[in-house]
């Protein structure tokens, strides 16, 4: 039997024990089995199946929590939604039993925002830009070399500006923002068979650049030097492998997770855009619970959020490693390079102006979010 045969058997073997313990206990208890790695000891599952059951009688209130992706997937995406369930119910004392409902079972991106706001469930995953809807001037975050780099996002969405400017406008949507997820700033991804590496934005000339629908994100590609090629997310995958498009952009964790390992050649740090994520809750469940209990929901969100910051790294290089057995080949710029891609198209340059005045309201409150996110507060992370 072939090491790939021994895999795809294990990994049969444990979703048809995922479904037997599912089908015994409910899904939340094989989903917790399943993280503790007790699938396939019947006593293991069924203490922490009664585990809990004992959560869920005990606690006051009841929070369903979406994500779109997998369990397992914070090896390489740092999602943390384990930790997060986790960490509610015991910061708010057992009084809150979060039901996870994870690999998208709900929906995504913005068909989840959509069902926290009208209170179908009570919180969900979905990246920052699916509350441009809502609240537009969050799709400040998309303007090229704004806020790309890591720290210069984690700066933004945790400081005191973000906070008086931004949340209040999402909140007004009926959302209440719990944390801001670190994945990692877009890359540039260039199809097998492509050139590579991109060094520089004259590497881009000709290039058919996969863009999802952010009018932002294509003219950055257009100003660049790539020819924007809109492609739907389901359909990207095969337009990579086909030469349709020859290239895309979101950060290494999501590439190694939605399987483009196969079919890329180099991955070059070019740093523009976060490839960010937001936990929200609906606003009105959020404000009708006791007072401890909120407390107890916004410390559980601080301690994730630092626990998201300190796994950024990790995750990064085990999605680098896996991808270099795939072939991948990855690229950092220098410093010089770097300066080439932020001049040719950062937010500096005057085709933004229209963005930054109609996404903030004025160019005042543009400049103290700029400060924002170019001034260190007390939270650190790792940049590529």
């Known amino acids: ?66 994500t779109a992706y997998i369990l397992g997937a914070s090896r390489s995406y740092p999602i943390m939604q384990l930790d997060f369930k986790e960490n509610i119910q015991n910061a708010t004392n057992g009084k809150v039993y979060v039901k996870l409902a994870p690999g998208g079972q ?19 995953q979905h990246s920052l830009s699916n509350f441009a809807p809502f609240a537009p001037i969050v799709d400040l975050i998309n303007l ?13 969405v945790n400081s005191a500006a973000w906070k008086s400017e931004v949340d209040p406008q999402v909140e007004a949507k009926g959302f209440k923002p719990l944390w801001y997820v670190v994945i990692d700033p877009r890359v540039v991804a260039v199809r097998k ?6 060094k520089t934005p004259a590497d881009l000339a000709g290039i058919k650049f996969r863009v999802p629908g952010s009018k932002m994100l294509q003219q950055y590609y257009r100003m660049i030097g790539a020819n924007p090629t809109p ?44 490839d960010s994520q937001v936990y929200s809750c609906n606003l009105e469940w959020f404000n009708a619970l006791p007072g401890d209990v909120k407390e107890g929901i916004i410390f559980a969100s601080e301690i994730t959020a630092q626990q998201n910051l300190a796994k950024v790294p990790a995750a990064r290089n085990y999605a680098m490693a896996e991808m270099r057995k ?14 080439e891609w932020t001049k040719t198209g950062g937010y500096q340059r005057a085709e933004w102006d229209t963005f930054k005045k109609e996404l903030s309201g ?14 260190k507060g007390r939270l650190y992370v790792h940049d590529a």
Request: charge should be neutral; include cysteine; aromatic fraction near 10%.
């Open 1 to 66: 039997m072939t090491e790939q045969h021994g895999r795809d058997g294990l990994k049969s073997q444990e979703r048809r024990r995922f479904f037997e313990i599912s089908t015994k206990y409910g899904f939340t208890a094989a989903v917790v089995a399943g993280a503790a790695g007790a699938l396939f000891s019947s006593e293991a599952a069924a203490q922490s199946a009664k585990e809990e059951k004992d959560r869920q009688r005990a606690a006051e209130h009841s929070m369903t929590m979406a």
């Open 362 to 375: 004025s160019l005042g409150t543009f400049s103290k979010l700029e400060n924002a996110a170019n001034t």
């Open 231 to 274: 492609v739907a997310w389901g359909e990207t995958p095969s337009a990579i492998k086909q030469g349709v498009a020859d290239a895309l952009d979101p950060a290494v964790g999501a590439l190694y997770v939605f399987g483009f390992k196969d079919i890329l050649s180099w991955v070059t740090f070019s740093q523009a855009v976060p």
């Open 144 to 156: 090229p070399y704004f806020c790309g780099a890591n720290q210069k996002f984690v700066n933004l």
């Open 326 to 339: 795939g072939g991948v080949q990855f690229y950092s710029p220098s410093a010089s390079e770097l300066d």
């Open 106 to 124: 709900l929906g995504a991106g913005g068909a989840l925002a959509q069902k926290v706001q009208n209170g179908t469930i009570q919180a969900a």
């Open 193 to 198: 068979g492509g050139k590579g590496p991109i």
